[in-house]
């Protein structure tokens, strides 16, 4: 866990991305040394953010992750589209000192439930339809005990991240 926790020590990211620690540091970096430049477009919904956006968003996310009561080493289950707001989530985790346990729902629902049995994440970070998953089989997600939705406004037992 010591390792994790150096993760989140207030450092600045190194302004040369080639003395970045993990692929975070490198976005961070870009983040202030080449703000303008491009770093995600979503071609399916047009999305695009800038590395400066990028790091913003980064940044306030790990803060609303770490608010919601996940620490360095928790394991988090992040079940979200692919797209910039998974893309932003995990690389918060990262951030973060978080590890994420990636779901994806064509795993099929079985296949879910086994991973996170297994897994036993502190946290479960998704969609209204990954809530209300937990909600039916409250046992295989007992261990999540933080509760993060996104993408829309209000899921029972959970916490909307742009509220955090």
């Known amino acids: 866990m010591v390792a994790a926790e150096k993760l989140v020590v207030a450092r600045a990211a190194p302004l040369d991305p080639s003395q970045a620690q993990n692929a975070s540091e490198i976005i961070r970096a ?47 289950a992040l079940f ?33 439930l086994q991973c996170v049995r297994e897994q036993a994440p502190k946290g479960l970070v998704g969609v209204a339809k990954a809530h209300a998953l937990a909600s039916v089989f409250r046992g295989a997600f007992a261990s999540a005990s933080v509760r993060v939705l996104v993408g829309c406004p209000f899921f029972a037992g959970t916490r909307a991240l742009w509220k955090l």
Request: net charge neutral; charged share 20%.
């Open 30 to 76: 870009y983040g202030v040394t080449q703000p303008h430049t491009p770093a995600l477009v979503d071609r399916k919904t047009g999305v695009r953010r800038t590395y400066g956006e990028l790091r913003r968003d980064l940044d306030e996310t790990a803060a609303a992750l770490r608010d919601a009561g996940l620490v360095p080493g928790d394991r988090v």
């Open 80 to 112: 979200v589209a692919t797209g910039p707001e998974f893309v932003t989530l995990f690389w918060a985790c990262i951030q973060a000192g978080l590890v994420p346990v990636l779901l994806d729902p064509g795993m099929g629902a079985k296949n879910v």
